[in-house]
């Protein structure tokens, strides 16, 4: 969760590591059903994105900051 006191984004209970595999993994199931995820698949490629800027191990309140970048 964001702690605004000290601005971290503690991702100790759900690092979005863990939340992109868990996505990508909803999705190839959803497909495999003929279940429509182009919602999902932009959110996985935010998630992606902001692990690939080094933030794999903090919580999801940090993609705001990578969307506020756009």
């Known amino acids: 969760m964001w702690a605004q006191e000290g601005g971290t984004c503690s991702g100790a209970i759900n690092p979005l590591t863990s939340g992109v595999s868990t ?13 429509g995820v182009g919602v999902m698949r932009a ?6 994105r902001t692990v690939a800027l080094g933030k794999g191990a903090v919580g999801v309140s940090r993609l705001a900051e990578v969307l506020g970048r756009r």
Not at 23 to 35: D, F, M
Not at 43 to 48: F, P, Q
């Open 43 to 48: 959110a996985e490629g935010c998630v992606r």
């Open 23 to 35: 996505t990508a993994h909803v999705g190839r199931t959803a497909e495999a059903h003929g279940i």
